[in-house]
DNA sequence: GCTGAAATTCTGGAGTG
DNA sequence: CACTCCAGAATTTCAGC
C-alpha cells in the first residue's frame, strides 16, 4: 500500500477495535502528537483505508428480535448484479452485503422486529430486487454472539 | 425494553451508522443538551445496549487481502460450546463469531494475508478448538463488500 | 510532524421544572 | 429524576515552523 507506514496501521488497528478514542490517546499508544494522528487519520479517510465509524449494538434494545442472514444463489452473476447490491445496502434495516465465492454468492446481512418481516424482506429481494434471476435463498437466524465488527461481546 | 424511550433509540440509530459524532451534533439532532446526551450515552452502555465502537476497515490496507467466512458444523452443540467460541472470539483475526439456525451452527469471519493462513486457520479450528466435534466446515472468500457494520461503501 | 494558541467540545456540579 | 446551565478541564483544530 502507498504512502502507508506501520503508525498507519497501528492508528488503524486500534481505531477498529475502539473507534471512539480520542486523538489525544490515540497518540499517545502510537507517539504522534494528536495533530499528526488527525492529520494521518484525514489522509487515511481520504485514502478510503477507513471507510466510516460504528458502534456495536444489542439489536434488542431497538426491538429487532430478530437477526438473519439470507445467502442468495443467482442463475446469473454479473455486473448488472451490482447496481442492485448498492440499492438493498442502502435499506435501514441491512446492516451487510457482501459477493463472495461459492454456490450462493450473496450474503445478506439485516435485522427485524419479528419473523413475519423476515418473509416479507425474502419476498422483497425475489419479488423487487432479483426476480427470475434468484434461483435459491437460505435463510438463517443468529442465535448467538460473540464478537461482532472485531468487538468480543459477554 | 425497560428504561429506554425514543430518544435512547434515535441515540443508538445515529451511532450506529456515525460512531464518532459528538455529544453537541448528537444533542443537535435529538433535541437535548451534550450533557444530557452523555448521560444516556452512559446509561447505554451500562445497560449493555452499547457494546463498543468500531471503525469499518478497507483490511487491504492492512494487507489483510483474503476475508473468508467458515460455516461449521458441529456434531454436537450443547453449551460446552460457548466456551470454545468465546475463546475464538478473543483471536486479532477474528472479526466476528455467530451461533446461527440451520446445519452449520456456527459462523466465524476472519481476515488473512494470503490463503494459506486460511487453510491453517480451517486446521486450527479442527485441531485445536472442536475436535471431532467439527463434522463439516465450509469456507467461502469475500470478493465485494457494499456494506459492512451499517457503513455503506463505494 | 511538532508546537502553541484559539476554538470547540467535554465534563461535573448546582439549580430548575 | 431527568434536563439544562455554566464554568473549568480536556480535546480538537489550525497556523507557522
Not at 426491538?63 to 438473519?68: G, R, Y
Not at 439485516?110 to 434471476?133: C, I, Q, W
Not at 434461483?135 to 464478537?147: N, P, Q, S, V
Request: proline letters at 2%; glycine letters at 6%; charged letters at 30%.
Amino acid at each position: 500500500m502507498p504512502g502507508i507506514d506501520e503508525k498507519d496501521r497501528e492508528i488503524i488497528r486500534i481505531l477498529r477495535e475502539n473507534g471512539r478514542i480520542t486523538l489525544t490517546e490515540l497518540g499517545k499508544r502510537v507517539k504522534l502528537s494528536p495533530a499528526s494522528v488527525k492529520n494521518r487519520l484525514e489522509k487515511l479517510e481520504k485514502l478510503g483505508a477507513i471507510k466510516g465509524y460504528s458502534a456495536v449494538i444489542d439489536p434488542a434494545f431497538l426491538d429487532e428480535f430478530v437477526q438473519a442472514f439470507f445467502e442468495i444463489r443467482l442463475a446469473i452473476d454479473d455486473g448488472s448484479v451490482d447496481a442492485i447490491l448498492s440499492r438493498i445496502a442502502k435499506l435501514d434495516n441491512v446492516c451487510a452485503v457482501y459477493r463472495r465465492s461459492g454456490e450462493n454468492q450473496i450474503l445478506i446481512q439485516a435485522n427485524f422486529h419479528n419473523t413475519d418481516e423476515v418473509k416479507d424482506f425474502a419476498g422483497l429481494l425475489k419479488r423487487k430486487y432479483f426476480g427470475k434471476n434468484l434461483e435459491r435463498i437460505k435463510i438463517t437466524l443468529i442465535i448467538d454472539t460473540f464478537k461482532e465488527n472485531w468487538v468480543t461481546l459477554g
